[in-house]
């Protein structure tokens, strides 16, 4: 990973920033929510305790039947049709059925239904008839209660007969219907709202398990009440519907009406809305059971304001992106719960500052992050382009052997100006090429210096030694005197091969190019050479057509000479050599392979360098070797404006040394 991905990493960091303050958003969201939550329970409170002064909830019974409003007309046929939208909620009637109750204006209307496979059957006027299947309904109004039998024989319209006696305003006699079916039995009949009926009971008798055959489930009605919804509306605040509700969740009243649609009233739009839903408010619950036209609420919240405690809760709206605050707190009389009141707000102060808290501090972090990321982006663009510049000039002054002479701008190496690290670097880089150049130039002299140091020695050694021969010298010294003889030998070739490599480097810099045919200057050193690789092979690879090269042939030709006779101290005795010639893009390329032992790793990259030799020792009496003929090789290439290489063979039976030539710059006359 380079530095600027590093630094764009380092600048990401300042997303620490928004997290941080979306945190703090969420703090203060909540703290919003627990403030309008106590406001809006103690704005029940107070409501709930005016309900208890006024006399507006009259004490509830321990149990009742809910009248429900009948959501059209129903016709009495025995059959629950008109009764499916009331389905949901209907009423437990023991443990053989359930109960429907509904009113309008005609009357109340009552639909039971009974669970029972095996039949007894007799008609209300039989006289075993309380010993059949049958319902007993009571009823009862100011005056007193009368109980009614409703059983019948077979499927139709029934006439109820009354078992007490007569009560002013209750009738004598009722009609029913009477449906069954494989699982029961369907019992729906109409009382008159001229009734006025204040408590009513349902007991059902099963001939088959026996019991109670006059007993019922009397109960009070309750119902929707228009009085105590008018009531309510002038208790409760503007823009808050309230509802009144038994303890088990009844309605009783109803004011207001949430207005939950996005944008409307100022509530916030439904992308605000989204976003604070998904970001800040996340503890909400499900609207569905909170539905304004359901006659029963059967909460959580309901069933622990019941008990007595009061309870806030945030929920979602009926429209998408709403939010509603809802508290539900008990309506108690002598310490005991005659009621809950339940009041809801659609939330808008809450989420609109919690939006726009949020909306500032996300524009904010993006343009902190926005600018530290650039600011961090350049100056890593820069300090990129500082070191890419000085790894250049590092590479330059390697490639040139650590010579700085025309290398850099000035003669300086760059940014030593610089005042920061950077600067540093690269005057620390400036010394030590310095201490490198002078170093390389002393090595690069050494030979030249040595050979003309070690020649007057040398010459007063050599006529010392002819003048030893003259001397009478006793027979056991001569072998003495022929050694030494050798060794001035040696040194004699060691001077004159420093002398050589210190004028071939200045006869390679001032050799004339020419255009010339390099399959003549190949095929020419080949046949020389074959006269000198004894028993080994040599063969020569040449192209068809003429290849012409801007060169100095007799280069070439001694940087080829190079490389034979350092190819001959490594091919063994009956190997074979193998010289090629083939044009190159930009150029020629010219490889002499040979037979033996692969070149060591660690060398590859070291084998054209001055004073660089694979050969362990020299044996005494052959030429000795300072590791000079590669470096002339090289010299050779990159006076044509090439390099030079060596590699393995594919198959490992040898090397190869390979001269890549571009030609030598023609010049201007």
Same mark, same amino acid.
């Given at each position: 990973m380079n530095l600027r991905r590093k630094l764009l990493l380092v600048a990401l960091c300042t997303l620490a920033l928004p997290v941080a303050g979306w945190l703090?958003?969420?703090?203060?969201?909540?703290?919003?929510?627990?403030?309008?939550?106590?406001?809006?329970?103690?704005?029940?409170?107070?409501?709930?305790?005016?309900?208890?002064?006024?006399?507006?909830?009259?004490?509830?019974?321990?149990?009742?039947?809910?009248?429900?409003?009948?959501?059209?007309?129903?016709?009495?046929?025995?059959?629950?049709?008109?009764?499916?939208?009331?389905?949901?909620?209907?009423?437990?009637?023991?443990?053989?059925?359930?109960?429907?109750?509904?009113?309008?204006?005609?009357?109340?209307?009552?639909?039971?239904?009974?669970?029972?496979?095996?039949?007894?059957?007799?008609?209300a006027d039989d006289a075993n008839a309380l010993a059949a299947d049958h319902l007993i309904l009571t009823l009862g109004n100011a005056n007193g209660q009368r109980r009614?039998?409703?059983?019948?024989?077979?499927?139709?319209?029934?006439?109820?007969?009354?078992?007490?006696?007569?009560?002013? !305003?209750?009738?004598?006699?009722?009609?029913?219907?009477?449906?069954?079916?494989?699982?029961?039995?369907?019992?729906?009949?109409?009382?008159?709202?001229?009734?006025?009926?204040?408590?009513?009971?349902?007991?059902?008798?099963d001939a088959a398990i026996g019991g109670d055959r006059m007993g019922s489930d009397t109960r009070a009605l309750l119902s929707y009440s228009s009085k105590l919804s008018g009531e309510l509306a002038q208790l409760v605040p503007d823009r808050v519907q309230a509802r009144v509700l038994t303890s088990q969740g009844w309605l009783l009243a109803r004011t207001g009406r949430l207005n939950t649609a996005p944008g409307a009233d100022g509530q916030p739009g439904w992308f605000a809305s989204l976003i604070y839903r998904s970001l800040l408010a996340t503890r909400l619950e499900d609207a569905s059971p909170w539905s304004q036209d359901v006659p029963r609420l059967d909460t959580a919240e309901v069933r622990e304001a019941s008990v007595g405690k009061p309870i806030a809760v945030w929920r979602s709206g009926e429209e998408r992106g709403s939010v509603v605050l809802a508290a539900a707190v008990p309506i108690e009389h002598a310490g005991k719960v005659d009621g809950v009141l339940l009041l809801e707000q659609a939330s808008r102060s809450v989420p609109l500052l919690a939006n726009k808290a949020l909306l500032g501090l996300l524009l904010t972090s993006f343009g902190v992050l926005l600018v530290a990321g650039g600011i961090l982006l350049a100056f890593a663009t820069r300090l990129s382009l500082r070191l890419a510049r000085l790894r250049n000039a590092a590479e330059r002054a390697q490639l040139n052997d650590g010579r700085l002479d025309g290398l850099f701008e000035q003669g300086r190496f760059p940014m030593t100006d610089a005042p920061d690290e950077i600067g540093d670097l690269a005057r620390s880089f400036e010394r030590l090429f310095e201490v490198v150049d002078g170093y390389t130039d002393?090595?690069?002299?050494?030979?030249?210096?040595?050979?003309?140091?070690?020649?007057?020695?040398?010459?007063?050694?050599?006529?010392?030694?002819?003048?030893?021969?003259?001397?009478?010298?006793?027979?056991?010294?001569?072998?003495?005197?022929?050694?030494?003889?050798? !060794?001035?030998?040696?040194?004699?070739?060691?001077?004159? =091969?420093?002398? @050589?490599?210190?004028?071939? @480097?200045?006869?390679?810099?001032?050799?004339?190019? @020419?255009?010339?045919?390099?399959?003549?200057?190949?095929?020419?050193?080949?046949?020389?050479?074959?006269?000198l690789i004894g028993t080994r092979?040599?063969?020569?690879?040449?192209?068809?057509?003429?290849?012409?090269? *801007?060169?100095?042939?007799?280069?070439?030709?001694?940087?080829?000479?190079?490389?034979?006779?350092?190819?001959?101290?490594?091919?063994? @005795? *009956?190997?074979?050599?193998?010289?090629?010639?083939?044009?190159?893009?930009?150029? =020629?390329?010219?490889?002499?392979?040979?037979?033996?032992?692969?070149?060591?790793?660690?060398?590859?990259?070291?084998?054209?360098?001055?004073?660089?030799?694979?050969?362990?020792?020299?044996?005494?009496?052959?030429?000795?070797?300072?590791?000079?003929?590669?470096?002339?090789?090289?010299?050779?290439?990159?006076? *044509? !404006?090439?390099?030079?290489?060596a590699r393995n063979l594919d198959d490992g039976t040898g090397v190869a040394f390979s001269l890549h030539l571009h030609g030598m710059p023609r010049q201007r006359l």
């Open positions: 703090y958003v969420r703090q203060m969201e909540a703290l919003l929510r627990d403030g309008q939550a106590q406001a809006l329970l103690a704005s029940a409170g107070a409501v709930a305790r005016s309900l208890v002064v006024t006399g507006a909830v009259q004490p509830e019974s321990d149990r009742a039947w809910y009248v429900q409003q009948a959501p059209g007309p129903i016709t009495v046929d025995g059959y629950g049709d008109d009764w499916a939208p009331l389905t949901p909620w209907s009423q437990p009637l023991d443990q053989h059925g359930k109960l429907l109750l509904a009113a309008d204006d005609d009357g109340l209307y009552l639909y039971a239904v009974v669970r029972n496979t095996r039949r007894v059957r007799a008609d009614y039998l409703l059983a019948s024989a077979a499927p139709g319209p029934l006439t109820a007969r009354p078992l007490d006696p007569a009560v002013d !305003g209750l009738p004598d006699l009722l009609a029913a219907q009477w449906q069954e079916d494989g699982s029961g039995y369907q019992v729906e009949l109409r009382l008159p709202a001229t009734l006025q009926l204040r408590v009513l009971g349902v007991g059902v008798y002393y090595l690069r002299t050494l030979a030249s210096k040595l050979s003309h140091e070690l020649n007057t020695p040398l010459a007063i050694v050599k006529s010392s030694l002819d003048n030893l021969e003259h001397a009478a010298l006793p027979a056991e010294a001569q072998p003495y005197l022929a050694r030494a003889r050798d !060794g001035v030998a040696r040194l004699g070739a060691l001077v004159r =091969a420093m002398s @050589e490599s210190s004028r071939m @480097e200045r006869s390679i810099t001032a050799a004339e190019p @020419e255009d010339v045919d390099l399959r003549d200057v190949v095929r020419g050193c080949a046949d020389a050479y074959r006269a092979q040599l063969d020569c690879v040449l192209p068809d057509a003429p290849l012409y090269l *801007h060169c100095a042939p007799e280069l070439i030709a001694q940087a080829l000479d190079k490389l034979l006779d350092n190819a001959l101290s490594f091919t063994p @005795e *009956h190997g074979w050599l193998r010289l090629s010639l083939c044009a190159a893009p930009d150029g =020629a390329e010219i490889e002499l392979a040979n037979q033996g032992p692969l070149l060591p790793e660690a060398m590859q990259g070291r084998l054209f360098d001055s004073l660089v030799s694979l050969r362990d020792k020299a044996t005494p009496g052959d030429a000795p070797h300072l590791g000079l003929g590669l470096y002339v090789v090289r010299l050779v290439a990159e006076r *044509h !404006g090439g390099v030079a290489s």
